[in-house]
T-cell receptor, first 113, second 116 residues
Framework: AQSVTQLDSQVPVFEEAPVELRCNYS??????LFWYVQYPNQGLQLLLK??????LVKSINGFEAEFNKSQTSFHLRKPSVHISDTAEYFC???????????FGAGTTVTVRA | GAGVSQSPSNKVTEKGKDVELRCDPI?????LYWYRQSLGQGLEFLIY????????KSGLPSDRFSAERTGGSVSTLTIQRTQQEDSAVYLC??????????????FGQGTRLTVV
């Protein structure tokens, strides 16, 4: 079984400032890692994922996350946020056999002008 | 439609009543998942379907919860004798295959259930 901890429940940030959302996981086996985003009044959308290969993965809207196996982390970063990045962000993990996603509690990012 | 559709979007019910939540997955997606998001908590896995079969029901919190899927498409989650602790957002997702590493799970907008 896996578990996910998102260390920050709320992250307020000013527009054009950088943001980092922390995610740590625990698992006794190799894992796949995901970040999902939920914009206000919308469903969950996949933001990016790590399956294998390069430990740095990027999304089309400027987010990136790095898989750190030794620290069991998958932190999400963006160097300069926009108002439109206001949303709730969920880190999730699954192992290489199980099909169930285990989610963290979520981090609410509020971007202010 | 092009995405996962859930109905109703909101449901208020009295304690002790039964409710049915519906999920229409993306056409052709063989895998279907139900999750629950309670206030202040992350998403909790409930049940998974591959076709019409449910190989994993381990997340269902009690025997008041059941789900079925017909025609490899629409799924219904039923909660009998609802309790206040059942209040949550119930999310449905579908994907092309059961291995999350191989394909993306697409989520519906959820049904917000309030038990009063």
């Amino acid at each position: 079984a896996q578990s996910v901890t998102q260390l920050d429940s709320q992250v307020p940030v000013f527009e054009e400032a950088p943001v980092e959302l922390r995610c740590n996981y625990s698992s006794s086996v190799s894992v796949y890692l995901f970040w999902y985003v939920q914009y206000p009044n919308q469903g969950l959308q996949l933001l990016l994922k790590y399956l294998s290969g390069s430990t740095l993965v990027k999304s089309i809207n400027g987010f990136e996350a790095e898989f750190n196996k030794s620290q069991t982390s998958f932190h999400l970063r963006k160097p300069s946020v926009h108002i439109s990045d206001t949303a709730e962000y969920f880190c999730a993990v699954s192992d290489h056999v199980d099909y169930k996603l285990s989610f963290g509690a979520g981090t609410t990012v509020t971007v202010r002008a | 439609g092009a995405g996962v559709s859930q109905s109703p979007s909101n449901k208020v019910t009295e304690k002790g009543k039964d409710v049915e939540l519906r999920c229409d997955p993306i056409s052709g997606h063989t895998a279907l998942y139900w999750y629950r998001q309670s206030l202040g908590q992350g998403l909790e896995f409930l049940i998974y379907f591959q076709g019409n079969s449910a190989p994993d029901k381990s997340g269902l919190p009690s025997d008041r919860f059941s789900a079925e899927r017909t025609g490899g498409s629409v799924s219904t989650l039923t909660i009998q004798r609802t309790q206040q602790e059942d209040s949550a957002v119930y999310l449905c997702a579908s994907s092309l295959a059961h291995q999350t590493g191989n394909t993306e799970a697409f989520f519906g907008q959820g049904t917000r259930l309030t038990v009063v």
